[in-house]
């Protein structure tokens, strides 16, 4: 009897146990079960934010529309760059930024000046994302610039490339230009444009200047990465002055309109007031402003090249897209750029007109038959872009924009100030430096 009292109550306690025990796993399994739901419902927001001051329209068709239709379970927000707007506003109002993107060396300047750099190195691992299948000329050059790390990643390209005027071509019966030219060429060339007729000045050739210099076929940095001071006086920027900026101006006329007026001929004078012959700009130019070049009777030619780099064209000058370090989901925010460096979105890319920089699908021969031809602009010589070599990306550091600055000065130094292109090229690398000291004194480093 006492035997199965003994049993009847240890079975009675070990049925206990186990129901307390299956109660317990139960709750376990609820919790995970609530929690898994939750973690998946939990919105994401990821907020871009565009160094170059462009509306919420531009990024929505550069990009937003484009993330919203691969991406509808995330939210996509916009932060314009203007007055009351600026990155530290954000900071100091703890407004969260979790992707900048801009030209590369502006989004570099922007991380490191604000403290908000991130390596995506782990991420991209954690990802898969293998970035060597990405422009080699690029991402070393990105490596280069922020001490092996890679604290932005390369969305598309855009290159140097000429833009000119067939009408202007037809008024004074020289032929359209060509690929394949070579800088003494093109200044040939120009000065058989620069006339004056009925009161009107016509030039034949203006580059932007900060982009010329910038994107030099000879990958020279504006600053020695060990010394950190200016370069600008060494014998290669004596050439990339000379030649691609003040001897296509040298004529007579050119120069007494550039006396007056201050300044070289800008694409305004290329767009609007259509005097100017042929502009040297980067090669996205046309897309930004699809409704003033519609009006144009125009066409792209590769950029000229320097005899002692046959078939080199300009550095190419990524758009970069960078997770900040206060992203509030970084996995998201790499899932997002995983995708647009991904074949698929870089098709879709270069049918814009953008340069691809996902190497297979850069060197597909299809690609580049139908490249741009999502554009309002189909006809165009598209394959100027690839004509030539791109040459690796120079360093860029922190100060990229006010050496930048000082640099562009030497039209002015020579072409108003009538100083000698030593004399200029020594004045202005002494401004940069200072300019440098400076900036550096100030940051307390």
């Not at 139960?26 to 973690?39: A, C, I, L, R, Y």
């Not at 030497?410 to 072409?415: D, F, I, M, R, S």
């Amino acid at each position: 009897m006492f035997n199965k009292k003994v049993a009847l109550t240890l079975a009675l306690f070990l049925m206990s146990l186990t129901a307390t025990a299956c109660s317990s796993i139960n709750e376990d399994k609820s919790n995970v079960v609530k929690e898994t739901p939750t973690q998946k419902k939990e919105p994401v927001e990821l907020v871009f934010y565009s160094l170059a001051g462009d509306p919420e329209t531009a990024f929505n068709t550069k990009y937003g529309d484009d993330l919203r239709k691969k991406f509808p379970e995330y939210t996509f927000k916009f932060i314009q760059n203007k007055e009351g707007t600026r990155i530290p506003d954000l900071l100091a109002t703890k407004e969260r930024i979790d992707i900048i993107y801009h030209f590369f060396e502006d989004t570099l300047s922007a991380l490191v000046q604000n403290g908000i750099t991130y390596d995506t190195d782990a991420l991209l691992k954690k990802h898969n994302v293998d970035v060597g299948k990405l422009d080699q000329q690029i991402i070393q050059g990105i490596r280069n610039s922020s001490d092996g790390k890679l604290y932005a990643l390369p969305i598309h390209s855009t290159t140097q490339v000429l833009y000119y005027n067939k009408d202007l071509f037809n008024k004074f019966g020289v032929p359209y230009l060509k690929d394949g030219l070579t800088w003494s060429e093109l200044a040939d060339i120009a000065k058989r444009l620069t006339r004056n007729e009925g009161d009107v000045q016509y030039f034949g050739y203006a580059p932007f200047v900060p982009y010329m210099l910038k994107t030099n076929s000879f990958s020279e940095p504006y600053l020695d990465l060990k010394t950190g001071k200016s370069t600008f006086e060494k014998d290669v920027w004596k050439k990339v002055v000379e030649e691609t900026i003040l001897n296509p101006v040298s004529d007579t006329g050119y120069k007494a309109w550039i006396q007056k007026n201050k300044r070289l001929p800008n694409r305004i004078n290329f767009h609007d007031t259509r005097e100017l012959a042929i502009l040297g700009f980067h090669s996205d130019l046309a897309q930004a402003l699809p409704e003033q070049f519609s009006k144009l009777n125009w066409d792209y030619a590769a950029l000229p090249t320097f005899k002692e780099l046959p078939g080199v064209g300009a550095q190419p000058s990524p758009q970069a897209m960078a997770i900040t370090s206060q992203a509030g989901n970084k996995d998201a925010a790499m899932e997002v750029l995983a995708w647009m460096m991904s074949a698929e979105y870089q098709k879709v890319l270069a049918g814009r007109g953008k340069i691809p920089v996902l190497t297979e699908v850069l060197n597909d021969a299809n690609v580049q038959k139908t490249f741009g031809q999502d554009t309002s602009f189909k006809d165009k010589n598209w394959k100027a872009f690839f004509f030539n070599k791109s040459p690796t990306l120079a360093a860029r550091t922190r100060y990229e924009a006010l050496v930048e600055q000082e640099y562009s000065k030497v039209t002015n130094k020579v072409l108003l100030d009538n100083k000698d292109i030593n004399t200029a090229l020594r004045e202005l690398a002494e401004e940069a430096n200072k300019a440098v000291d400076a900036a550096k004194a100030a940051a307390g480093k």
